[in-house]
């Protein structure tokens, strides 16, 4: 059987609403508010500046290497092969040149 998909889908079951009801749910200023726990909410932020002393470092940071340069621009850590240019004395990595 051949399926017209641009047709419009209604089902029995959908009822549609009277214009009334329509117009009560408008002027009805909860009915777009969600329901939420703002403390459950809040505690899966972690906001900028919180005391974070009692954390642990699970990566292990090791110093710059030899054959590593900071990029003057965007202050990462890159291999001597992404120097793009040096200006003034200070090195720029490919990404920060442009």
Avoid: W
Wanted: glycine share 4%.
């Amino acid at each position: 059987m051949a399926t017209d998909y641009d047709a419009p889908r209604k089902t029995d079951e959908e009822s549609e609403d009277s214009i009334e009801e329509l117009k009560t749910r408008r002027n009805d200023k909860n009915s777009g508010k969600v329901d939420e726990d703002e403390v459950e909410a809040a505690e899966s932020f972690e906001l900028p500046g919180a005391d974070l002393s009692h954390e642990e470092l699970t990566v292990r940071v090791l110093p710059r290497q030899a054959d590593e340069f900071t990029c003057y621009s965007c202050f990462l850590v890159k291999h001597r092969s992404q120097i793009a240019t040096t200006r003034n004395g200070h090195v720029y990595c490919v990404d920060c040149a442009d």
